[in-house]
């Protein structure tokens, strides 16, 4: 079975997260762009030789950098140091849903938060408390292109008006790892808002740079089902009734109630015109669709690596719900500041038992043994995947998948290989962007203080 020497053979072999965590380790070497029909992905920097001339691509793709930064690379490995859970975790939940040291359903305070918010903008309320009460320097988060406002960017936040700014989610590619620069040269902790993937990225470059590790002050996961690609988010706007993205305003892809409903709103808009799709149009019709390759192997969709984790309690009925979130705490940092953040008033918080957590997600345990089963016909086919450790799937594959799951776990991952050309090495072409009003931002120039309307995936739940 192929194994990858780079992050570049991790992305065309299809296993590439777009997490960015490669461009922040070798800023010389990688940059990261987006693929239309695969997400952010790294590119090799061409180094200039001698005669001034750019050397071979082949040159950059084999640099050290890009080498070194396999270690740190999510698409390519996962694990948990501890097959076992540590004392203070509860038992029950270790085996399918990783370390939890303590469940929460409830909402920010700030009801302009939790309207914000894609569920009950706790991750919001709860960085702004971090930046408030426990005087953080920032929150590292993903935030539509000022430019482009269906892509993203990676912001560093100062301030809670900031934060409300960019609340709600982001179902599109992002990177906000490749940025981590910002939070090591912070004047002090900071906090970093990612999907599971982006999150476990962290934890492996924090045991790389120092700096880096001190200047962690919090990690929140946001519980994720995978990674649409920019087709995606571009179809979802056709049926918004976009023909031209070069004219749109804003995009808002769920929030302002829960779950909320796509929003699009062109430059010349008139007031009160509404373009409009369900959460279940949206994402449910289209977006799930085009969710990336490495997001049908993905083991962890409720960010097993991070301090603190938030998703929907899907258990409940939605609609005249103003929000609600199911929070995780993971590690004893994580249980500290969330109730730190309950007894300074920013997060009504309830304790619920550990049975809430599969009774919100059951779409993702069963996605979580489907792993196992595509894993296994892919290493048969003597195909490339990630390497992943002490995270279950056999036993949730056996127990917990019906038969007919079973065989589209294994069965349907022969048809893929096909289907998604899986043997070939994915052709990674920048994608660009109608022309749009405004100047673009450089791909390492993204402003600490940010100015753009949403945040990514998301940073209020």
């Not at 690379?73 to 849903?97: K, M, S, V």
């Not at 934060?163 to 790892?177: E, N």
């Not at 301090?307 to 103003?322: I, K, L």
């Amino acid at each position: 079975m192929a194994r990858p020497r780079t992050v570049h053979d991790v992305a065309t072999g299809r296993l590439c997260t777009g997490c960015g965590v490669c461009a922040y380790l070798a800023p010389d070497e990688v940059r990261m762009v987006d693929v239309l029909d695969h997400g952010r992905r790294p590119l090799p920097i061409t180094p200039v030789g001698a005669a001034g001339r750019p050397t071979s691509v082949g040159a950059a793709a084999t640099g050290p950098g890009a080498v070194a930064a396999l270690s740190c690379c999510p698409g390519a490995r996962l694990a948990h140091d501890n097959p076992r859970p540590a004392p203070g975790e509860i038992a029950a939940l270790h085996a399918a849903w990783g370390p939890v040291r303590a469940l929460w359903e409830g909402y920010a305070a700030d009801p302009r938060i939790r309207h914000a918010g894609s569920s009950g903008g706790v991750a919001t309320a709860l960085a702004g408390y971090c930046l408030t009460g426990e005087g953080m320097a920032g929150v590292l988060h993903i935030g539509a292109r000022a430019d482009v406002p269906y892509l993203n960017e990676t912001r560093l936040s100062r301030t809670p008006t900031e934060l409300l700014a960019h609340a709600g989610s982001r179902y599109a590619p992002a990177s906000p790892c490749d940025r981590l620069d910002l939070v090591e040269a912070a004047e002090g902790p900071c906090v970093f808002v990612g999907k599971p993937c982006d999150v476990a990225a962290v934890r492996m470059a924090r045991r790389l740079r120092p700096e880096l590790d001190r200047r962690l002050g919090l990690s929140i996961a946001i519980f994720c089902a995978g990674t649409p690609t920019t087709r995606g988010t571009l179809e979802m706007l056709a049926r918004l009734g976009v023909p031209d993205p070069a004219g749109l305003a804003s995009v808002h892809y769920r929030g302002a109630g829960w779950p909320g409903r796509a929003r699009a709103r062109l430059v010349d808009d008139p007031p009160g015109t509404r373009r409009e799709l369900s959460y279940a149009e949206s994402w449910g019709d289209i977006l799930q669709k085009h969710r990336q390759w490495r997001c049908y192997l993905c083991a962890d969709h409720t960010g097993e690596f991070a301090d603190v984790a938030v998703g929907d309690p899907w258990y409940r009925p939605t609609g005249d719900d103003p929000g609600q979130s199911l929070v995780l705490a993971r590690t004893e940092r994580g249980v500290r500041l969330v109730e730190a953040a309950v007894a300074a008033g920013a997060l009504v918080l309830t304790p619920v038992a550990p049975g809430i957590l599969p009774a919100s997600q059951p779409n993702l345990l069963r996605a979580r043994g489907a792993v196992w089963g595509r894993l296994a016909t892919l290493r048969a086919a003597g195909l490339m995947t990630p390497r992943l450790r002490n995270l279950p799937m056999a036993g949730i594959w056996w127990r917990h998948l019906s038969t007919g799951e079973k065989l589209r776990s294994t069965v349907g991952t022969l048809r893929r290989i096909g289907r998604k050309r899986l043997r070939e090495p994915a052709t990674l072409e920048p994608y660009r962007p109608p022309v749009q009003a405004g100047p673009a931002p450089s791909a390492r120039s993204a402003p600490a203080s940010p100015s753009a309307q949403s945040t990514g995936w998301p940073l209020s739940k």
